[in-house]
């Protein structure tokens, strides 16, 4: 296949390094958006087809037809292998060939290419990259999100306007939540109350305990009782493109920080915030919880306090992040100012540079050969 | 003139080869589109606007005001002359200016490009390029679409988004028919049954007969007789842009592969494919036939089946033709890879590049001199 | 402030030189406009945002954050200062960072660029360019739009899809009268009538005295008497962007050419072209008179016939400057031609262009150092 791979290159605008790795395992859709049908969608700038084959399998096509690039969206599925809508020739799940009109020999070269894909928590990943380096074991961790453990519903803002990694600056610092969400979730306490951050080669943690603080409506009302409490964010990215935040509270004193949970309630934010183009990205979000598991209104009023029509807390987010990325596109400006807060996602920044830099050819290297 | 004739330039993207020659007669509107008003149209690149002067003959200028820019459509016709609608500066239909406000003496070089005209098969052609060479022997042969022998209506689209080519790619293999047009047109036949390609310097004919098969329904319907017949599809491309598909059944076995057409019906799809823009070309249309010439109702179904809301056959080629061309934006590839089937096509692009290549200047033998 | 300030630069399209000096006062926003709150305006690229402090004094800030430049505009108003609304940094009305939040030392290089106001003719003015050179000294005469000796009621076209100068070549040349306005306030006497044009380092003047014609209908009206008239139009440009044009009737001979105007009717269109970008402009209009001033209805009247749905003779304007830069951009040609009645708007054109390139860097010199 090698022949008619495209060679993994740099955003259009090739002035500018680009914002993601592509040897990385990206949710590309929820599991029950792949079905016997073919869906379209760009992810690192890669156009896909995704189905599913009759045994169950998500496959993963790049969304052009070798002959002469119409997109096999566009086409039908045949049992397990696409057919192009215009010219019908037809590709099995590996991206081979297997059928050309009016000719009985197929050109041996023709293929497109075949993303490798895994199904996992509820979502159909692709590694969009160098498919001899896709890893299973590289899979992050989102195993909130699979609907066992932990319970809740999300959704998806499809192509939202902004680099991916405006979301994870977002997620990774949540001071803004006393600015932007100052109707809802916003709280004094998580300007005033230091934080610690730690970080590993791939995962990035802000941990932040607000001891013995009056105790936020949403919070008290699921905790049920009077009196302060000890509420926590622990933020953790996986980068590039995972963010899962633990939060809870439980009541003051009773040793959640040192990590007895037992008195408290506990939820976690989930976000794969997986790049479209270098200025456009799938941001998948969940609120999952172990509390009140079975109460259905419950997670019907959590999905819409953080999306509805626009007046949820994450469409609150949307117009800054997308007000924030057209201002980068009128005044290009390197390198952002950095305060105290951003050490979060100053590092989770970091760490997707070093990934990208991994990728890259070295050019002196060669040159020294 | 020459002084203010722009040169013959290439595209906007320089980086990309032209499209398509300039020294040629395109097919610019319908002969009913242009009366006694100025309508503006986008030729090669070339914004022109055009008119009938008070003779009754087409006359096309530069839709740019020497003195200005501003579009002389939004002007006024004057006689012959144009009046541009800003500041009142008049040119006749050779472009040259013949009235400034407020001053007696007209600046001797003030003028707007005229373009050659033809009227002719019911269209108004115009040359684009170097006037000097505007041969009217070079006019594309159209005498189908000129309402005497053959009888039909078509239309256009305007602004269709895709270089003309591949519309032209489209008509010359109708392989596509099969699968683009599996609910109506389409028969395995086409594919499965040879065709032989034919050319010259600027004629490509492909030619299939489908002998002794069963009549697709449209076909039996005019034909008026059960039974097998002989079917043929001769596909003529005059480039750059006109394309004539001579179509038909006989009776198999009445002679028509041999030459006696006489117990068969026969028709005519004829296409003239304008480029507008090197990624927007105007397709103009029509199905001509020979056969039940008096019919108006047929007239109008045969119309309404080829372009009718977004349901027509030409209608499902449009979604086919914008999407690739949208592919080809985003994944520059050079070349195109050919299947057996794209043997008429592939000439037509040939023939297409040696018009072009004729018309670019030699840089090496000017270094040379 | 100097280390954040971002160098005075030339447009997006680094190939065109820019079209507008930064170092001049332009309107920027109606008095009436600028309240306690934000407004978001561009001018000459800048994107700035504008509010009224607690002392009534206008105020305008750089309209991006110094931390992730997101729109200061998205913030609050707190005080006297601007509180971004992402993660609450705080900027005075010097735009010097007064608060950061969750750190008690505040980055002493943390500010945004503050522009230069004045308020003054019921219109706050800004200075894009070097603050250093804001001399209240340099700010254009508009006093006629100032609400006491002319009465009038005008608006703004926002975001006009021209380049400024479009408008001023427009208000510059009356010529186009006939032809745009040939259905309102057009006249053959306004191109058959010689003008004068004289200039000094900043304003251009265009004087036309029409003897002894038949008064046109609005101006006969306002006379409220019959008989000939002498007609004057005496259109005065501050460049780079303020048009004033003083127009009116007296009956003829009864000395308004000679200075007399006692017998006549006098008012004044008024212009100030602020650019927006390269390509757009804010086009603040009015129309102001000295007769009827207690007519309210009038008032409204002359409103309305200038700006109305698309109907009023600015509107007819706005159809022809749109379109010549739209044809601009598709056929970029230098110089543009000239006639006789383009005397006005080229001497307006030339002392722009000497304000742009007194701002130049001059790299010659700079080199022989």
Redesign the interface.
Known sequence: MAATQ?AITGPANAAAPRGFPMNAWYAAAWSHEIKRELTARTICNK?IVLYRRTDGQAAALED?C??????LS??RLKGDDV???????EFNSEGRCTF????KTI?PS?CVRAFPVIERHRMVWVWPGDPALADPAKMPDFHWNDGTEWVGEGGTFYSLKCDYRLVI?NLM?L??E???HAGSIGHDAI??V?FEVTYTDRVVTVTRWMKNIEAPPFWARQLGRDGNVDRWQIIRCEVPHIVVGDVGVAPAGTGAPEGDRSQGVNGAFLAAITPESETTCHYHWNFVRLFHRDDEELTRKIQSAHVSNGKGVYDEDV??LE??QR??G??P?QP??????DAGPMWCRRLIEKMIAEESPRPTLQAAE
Do not use: E, S
Not at 66 to 71: A, E, I, S
Not at 336 to 341: E, G, H, P, Q, V
């Open positions: 495209p156009d052009a070798w002959h002469r690039l119409v997109p566009l086409g057919q192009c809508g215009y010219h019908g020739i050309m009109p009016a000719q050109n023709a600056d610092d001071t803004h006393t600015y932007v300007v005033d230091p117009v800054f007000a924030q201002a980068i009128r005044h400006r952002f100012y950095n305060l105290n807060i």
